[in-house]
């Protein structure tokens, strides 16, 4: 059972408040039956109330009913049960503010601790001078089981407790809701002990917020989310000119009352507690179920792709194909020539022979094209031209192995080795990136092989230098895609990227939807050269020192900032980490509306992470350094090369602009003229020719500075392809470990993002819908898989064996999905 939440706020104004001070004129008849309760509750404030209630009940799927009144209507019209004497509403003091709301929670999963309810929102010293239980119990007869207040009186609070009421104060809320709705005095202010004690609402605002839970006229839409464990409620505002804004307001945790109530109502306080938990998680980081293949051919040939999965056989079959790939020394170096140019390249021509001799059936079936060489790109037409095509890609080459390390790898790099004791596949490539590239390979394979043919065409864009910038391979794959499928001609591309792993005791799957800008700016110096034994104060390289060194005390700042994949990320761990401190999800929540919250979360969370800061701020790195040719000379010039990974809110330029800023001051200070980017900052004329010093100059350094990606979307319109692939993650994830189910809750999955950059920075014409995502376990062997870009690089296979299956998931869900067009 679940307290939750009720949208389409009600607001009385001013009707429901007018008769306060009147004495409910049922209140020493005690032989009303709940129904009748439930007939005349809150009179006093309206004739109209009862039936405001009940149009909101009538509004949700599942209304909550209370037990009692839910028996009595089970013996219908039997006389009225005794003892019960009746006001039949709370009465409150002069400046009590009173509205109420229905509940819109449509989850109907009956295993669900989700109610939906009208719920009751007062101002202060609600039920003050109701003595009797019946200001409670008609509450509950009328279905409402949760009164929201500033304050509530004592004996009514203590009558609601022995009832099963739940109250819970709130002032923070009554405060937000009196302010932004009520006009009586000036600033929206209720006046104290006013008059008749009449909140008077804007009505424009307020009063066509209606019970039939779509947005009103005036295009506003109120609804409450109370989460009982985390003493937290969460309004969200729908209005037409904004969109939904979210408010979050605390209360005292349950404590003490919860027990009370439990005890009363036969629950334990654990029931209370966790009552509407899984209501925010719905708001902040919506979940899909898992997706498998429906029709009859792809469910059946799903299920034995599993089966097969489980063989020794194919086991022995991925094995060889990973290893065999393994063994071709594929490495790609910086700063290569174009092929044809560099005999280096000619390791790729191996992997396309391997390939060819490996995968028989692909290359017989697919047309494939080579584009520059060795960039592969092979389609498998399907059935069904006017569905959109999908890209699968990973890359062929891998990072180099440095000679220094060979003795430090318990088995040679490319020997693609397997050990049976430990079920390891050892050697560069096997994690980055060649598993998922022989995983795709061999999925499709073995599809040809059971006679399986696609709708939707299938394109693979193996690239060849992704460890180098990807200038040779993705770059010009990225142009003949284009060419080909046109723009955003592709239904969505899965690359390599972020896997899954536990977060906060949940198994979190994290597909990179944006991914980071990137600038190399060159930090030039010169200044007259000369003998070194009448040196000036400063060389160009001493310039450059202090230069490097104000760069380094002048970071660019880490600000979480909303809407970003990062803070995103972290509202799915609010949202569903089991362990997630409760100050820590607070103020993750609450930093959806507060900008102090925001920076709590940056204290609480992304300041202790290195990784996680990284990922959120712009970077710098001083990674080059050049100057000087002769000891006794001093060097005309010294530069050094800063390398950016600029932040998803930020740009190229705000990146140059940072720098040129931090470094202006200094140069002044120092009578250097300086350039930046081709705009004269401090000119020569700054300067006397006697004073001046030198002169700096920032520039691009390789041309290949990148914007941060366009990120795809993962909520709302045009959103499918998002659903699609995180139901397929939750199906393999379930399939892979016989969890069964379609709720998909085994596994969450969160837009994420890696600090890096993939082939896929060319792709971004051919479709908004970019995923970078390895179906595996990220935290296998700590942040970065074991061995990635180092030694001892390894795959436990039956991480690769999910891959495959995450692949066949994939393909045959894609061939059925009907909302990529
Ligand atoms: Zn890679």
Redesign the pocket.
């Known amino acids: 059972m679940l307290i939750s939440t009720l949208s389409s706020l009600f607001f009385s104004c001013p009707k429901l408040l007018r008769h306060l001070r009147l004495k409910g004129k049922y209140t020493y008849q005690d032989s009303m039956s709940r129904s009748q309760m439930c007939e005349v509750v809150l009179e006093n404030y309206s004739q109209n109330a009862s039936g405001v209630l009940q149009t909101l009940r009538r509004s949700l799927i599942e209304p909550w009913v209370h037990p009692t009144t839910a028996a009595e209507a089970l013996t219908t019209n039997t006389t009225s049960p005794s003892s019960t004497s009746t006001t039949s509403s709370p009465k409150s003091t002069p400046s009590t503010t009173t509205s109420t709301s229905s509940s819109t929670t449509s989850n109907a999963n009956p295993n669900s601790t989700t109610i939906s309810a009208p719920l009751l929102i007062s101002g202060f010293n609600f039920g003050t001078g109701s003595s009797r239980e019946q200001a409670a119990t008609s509450l509950l007869a009328a279905g409402v089981p949760l009164v929201v207040a500033g304050s509530f009186g004592d004996i009514f609070k203590r009558n609601a407790i022995n009832n099963g009421l739940i109250c819970l104060e709130c002032p923070s809320l009554v405060d937000y809701l009196t302010s932004t709705y009520s006009t009586q005095l000036e600033g929206g202010r209720r006046s104290a002990g006013a008059g008749n004690g009449v909140m008077i609402c804007d009505s424009a605002k307020a009063h066509n917020a209606n019970a039939d839970n779509n947005m009103s006229s005036s295009g506003l839409k109120l609804d409450l989310e109370v989460d009982m464990a985390e003493g937290v409620m969460m309004l969200s505002e729908g209005k037409k000119e904004t969109g939904v804004v979210f408010g979050i307001f605390f209360f005292l945790q349950l404590g003490r009352y919860a027990f009370d109530l439990g005890k009363n109502l036969d629950i334990t306080v654990d029931d209370v507690t966790s009552w509407t938990h899984n209501v925010n998680a719905a708001h902040f980081c919506p979940q899909v179920t898992a997706l498998y293949p429906q029709s009859s051919v792809n469910a059946e040939t799903w299920t034995e792709f599993g089966e097969l999965l489980e063989t020794e056989k194919f086991k022995t079959l991925a094995i060889e194909k990973l290893s065999g790939l393994i063994q071709i020394p594929s490495e790609s170096y910086d700063n290569m020539p174009p092929p044809g140019q560099d005999p280096r390249w000619e390791t790729m021509g191996q992997v396309h022979d391997y390939l060819a001799v490996a995968f028989p059936l692909i290359h017989s079936t697919f047309s494939l094209a080579k584009v520059n060489t060795y960039g592969l790109l092979y389609e498998w037409t399907g059935s069904d031209a006017s569905l959109k095509p999908y890209l699968l890609a990973a890359?062929q080459d891998v990072v180099p192995v440095n000679p220094d390390t060979l003795d430090t790898w318990i088995y040679p790099p490319y020997s693609g080795f397997y050990d049976a004791e430990t079920g390891l596949i050892w050697g560069r490539g096997t994690s980055?990136?060649k598993a998922s590239l022989t995983g795709i390979m061999l999925t499709l394979e073995t599809l040809i092989g059971k006679g399986w043919t696609p709708k939707r065409t299938v394109v693979l864009a193996f690239g060849f230098d992704?460890?180098s910038s990807g200038i040779h391979g993705a770059k010009t794959l990225g142009k003949a895609l284009e060419e080909i499928y046109g723009r955003d001609g592709l239904a969505f591309i899965v690359d390599?990227g972020g896997g899954f792993k536990d977060v906060y005791g949940t198994i979190f799957a994290t597909p990179g939807v944006a991914e980071k800008g990137h600038a190399d700016i060159k930090v030039e110096v010169t200044s007259p050269g000369g003998h070194s034994s009448i040196p000036p104060a400063h060389t160009t390289i001493g310039y450059l020192a202090s230069i490097i060194s104000e760069l380094e005390q002048n970071p660019f700042p880490v600000e979480l900032a909303r809407g970003t994949v990062p803070h995103d990320t972290l509202l799915c761990y609010a949202a569903h980490g089991h362990d997630i401190s409760p100050r820590l999800k607070h103020a993750i929540f609450k930093s959806t509306h507060c900008d102090a919250a925001l920076h709590r979360v940056e204290d609480l969370y992304v300041s202790k992470d290195h990784w996680y800061s990284s990922l959120v701020g712009t970077t710098q790195a001083v990674d080059m350094i050049y100057g000087g040719v002769k000891a006794n000379a001093l060097p005309e010039s010294a530069y050094a090369i800063v390398n950016h990974r600029i932040n998803t809110v930020s740009s190229v330029n705000e990146t140059a602009a940072h720098d040129t800023q931090t470094i202006a001051s200094l140069a002044r200070s120092f009578n250097l003229t300086l350039k930046a980017f081709g705009e004269d900052i401090i000119p020569a004329s700054a300067y006397s020719s006697s004073e001046s010093k030198g002169h700096i100059e920032l520039s691009q350094a390789f041309n290949h500075e990148l914007e941060p990606a366009p990120r795809t979307p993962t909520s709302g319109k045009g959103s499918e392809p998002w659903d699609f692939l995180s139901g397929t993650i939750k199906a393999t994830y379930a399939a892979h470990r016989n969890l069964g189910g379609v709720d998909g809750s085994n596994i969450i999955v969160s837009p994420g993002m890696s600090t890096g950059n993939?082939d896929t920075k060319y792709y971004w014409n051919l479709t908004r819908h970019i995923f970078r995502y390895n179906h595996k376990n990220g935290a296998y062997g700590g942040e970065i898989a074991t061995g990635v870009h180092t030694v001892n690089e390894n795959i436990p296979l039956d991480h690769y064996l999910e891959m495959i299956r995450f692949f066949s998931t994939l393909i045959l869900n894609a061939d059925e999905a009907k909302s990529f067009e």
Request: hydrophobic share 0%; charged share 70%; proline share 0%.
């Open positions: 890359h980055d990136d992704e460890e390599e993939t």
